[in-house]
Nanobody
Framework: QVQLVESGGGLVQAGGSLRLSCATS????????MGWFRQAPGKEREFVAR????????YSADSVKGRFTISRDNAKNTVYLQMNSLKPEETAVYYC???????????????WGQGTQVTVSS
């Protein structure tokens, strides 16, 4: 069974930065497509970014392009989300996700982490 454990969330002021980590166990992370989603209060869960197995290709939502960077260290079985220039409206629970299908739509995700809270104050 694959387990994903997020860390790095917290409280930050608008314009600040955070780096989220997702530690994977139960399966070699290099065999999985990985991504990040978020869910704000009262809203649907939304896609943030994804990365292919080798880390050579990434894709991000338009709303975070140029500010958020997804990366992975397969030797450490860990995926990261570097978030810069954070905005108050990006306050949400951020979830790590993994699966065998590269497009990583919500339906295609096989494994979810428990989430980590990110709060951006104005």
């Amino acid at each position: 069974q694959v387990q994903l454990v997020e860390s790095g969330g917290g409280l930050v002021q608008a314009g600040g930065s955070l780096r989220l980590s997702c530690a994977t166990s139960g399966r070699t992370v290099s065999s999985l497509f990985m991504g990040w989603f978020r869910q704000a209060p009262g809203k649907e869960r939304e896609f943030v970014a994804r990365i292919n197995r080798s880390g050579s290709r990434t894709y991000s939502a338009d709303s975070v392009k140029g500010r958020f960077t997804i990366s992975r260290d397969n030797a450490k079985n860990t995926v990261y989300l570097q978030m810069n220039s954070l905005k108050p409206e990006e306050t949400a629970v951020y979830y790590c996700a993994a699966g065998d299908i590269g497009t990583m739509t919500s339906r295609e995700i096989q494994y979810w982490g428990q989430g980590t809270q990110v709060t951006v104050s104005s």
